[in-house]
DNA sequence: CTAAGGTCGTTTGCCGTCTAACGATTACGC
DNA sequence: GCGTAATCGTTAGACGGCAAACGACCTTAG
């Protein structure tokens, strides 16, 4: 039970549950802020877009998609030129939630950073982002198939 | 987008990810190899045991060692004494994954960890560390209904 | 102009996770 | 001793996530 692996995932177990008690109190399940975050933005993004913006596939798009549209956050057209495509579009609900959402965000960043000095937190930063590079590389590298 | 919140997730995701990689070449999914660990140390736990040396409910544990035992990890038997108790036992195939799956997730360790000198890891662990705790104690602290 | 191939979203099925409700068994109070 | 309360495991249902198979649509080659 290696050491950096345990904590590293304990801590985000409790990050995630700390981010899913605030989500609760505005009627949001875990990630749909951050599917909405990209409709904030780029409001009419298709399933494809949103899922490559979040980094996750689009089948978890259009699931969350259906859930949250049922739910009166937002709404599904298909595109007029090209009908393949799905845009998906906020209601006003939607749009209403982005301040709550973000402050809320901005908030538990906050509490969940606030025993570290400015120092321990850019090295907090900057070391993460070397784990996260590691564990790209790690992805990226291995399912190559040299075939041929 | 608080840049802590968002590193950390995106981290993790990638993490997890290289962890399924590496167990699913042991026929393993995510999350099964803690279960395994709680059982390699102490075979014949109780799937309430092994919820909390998880930090998880019970109906995980209980999923989880349904398709377990399925796979022939691990096998089911009612406590002699009592009987509402299940003990959860590890069978051979259970227990022969044991080497290969401690040395996947130390190199595994050593792979992601591999681009911070010593006292970079020592850093991050220490900084970790006090995430946890403020992250624990804003989920203890909200739940806690003050009645009466 | 038509057939083949590429690009989408959707469906299906599985996994881990949680909460809530259920059922069986033991322990406790009277 | 018997009924009530506490303690378990299990089931049911929801959610986010993934991979694979499917179907509708557009593009392009011939």
Do not use: C, Y
């Amino acid at each position: 039970m290696p050491e950096f692996l345990d904590l590293h995932g304990r801590t985000n177990k409790l990050v995630r549950a700390a981010a899913d008690a605030a989500l609760r109190r505005h009627g949001l399940h875990l990630g749909q802020d951050h599917l909405l975050a990209v409709l904030w933005e780029h409001d009419g993004s298709t399933p494809g877009e949103v899922a490559a913006a979040l980094n996750v596939t689009t089948p978890t798009v259009v699931k969350m998609a259906t859930r949250m549209a049922t739910a009166g956050l937002l709404t599904r057209r298909r595109d007029d030129r090209d009908n393949r495509l799905v845009r998906l579009w906020l209601t006003e609900a939607g749009h209403a939630l982005r301040e709550p959402i973000e402050a809320e965000r901005r908030l538990l960043e906050q509490k969940i950073t606030a025993d570290l000095t400015e120092t321990e937190r850019r090295h907090l930063m900057s070391a993460l982002a070397k784990i996260h590079r590691s564990a790209n590389d790690l992805l990226e590298g291995a399912p190559i198939d040299t075939a041929g």
